[in-house]
């Protein structure tokens, strides 16, 4: 089982930054790691995936504004988020997928709110 636990949400004023971090109670190396966000009455969309190699991809809405990274070491990704608008308030999850030569499941976080003020 694959416990993954975020932090570093908060309120933020429009134009801030924020970093969250996802720490995961495995060797995080085995797994693709990801960040979602929901806003209330909306679905759950992808908004950084950094794969085992360190390859990543983006949501349209987030490049060039997030930065999402992973240290190993210490089994914790990382999503940098800059320029902030009002629109990024949602909650957002971390996932992990894998593990790496078995057979992959999805493994969810319980979330952590971010709230960006106009």
């Known amino acids: 089982q694959v416990h993954l636990v975020e932090s570093g949400g908060g309120l933020v004023q429009s134009g801030g930054s924020l970093r969250l971090s996802c720490a995961a109670s495995?060797?995080?190396?085995?797994?693709?790691m990801g960040w979602y966000r929901q806003s209330p009455g909306k679905q759950r969309d992808m908004v950084a995936i950094?794969?085992?190699?360190?390859?990543?991809i983006y949501a349209d809405a987030a490049k060039g504004r997030f930065t999402i990274s992973r240290d190993n070491a210490k089994n914790t990704a990382y999503l940098q988020m800059t320029s902030l608008k009002s629109e990024d308030t949602a909650v957002y999850y971390c996932?992990?997928?894998?593990?790496?030569?078995?057979?992959?499941?999805?493994?969810w976080g319980q979330g952590t709110q971010v709230t960006v003020s106009s």
């Open positions: 996932k992990a997928r894998g593990p790496t030569g078995g057979r992959p499941r999805d493994y």
């Open positions: 495995v060797d995080s190396s085995y797994y693709a």
């Open positions: 950094i794969n085992i190699s360190g390859t990543t």
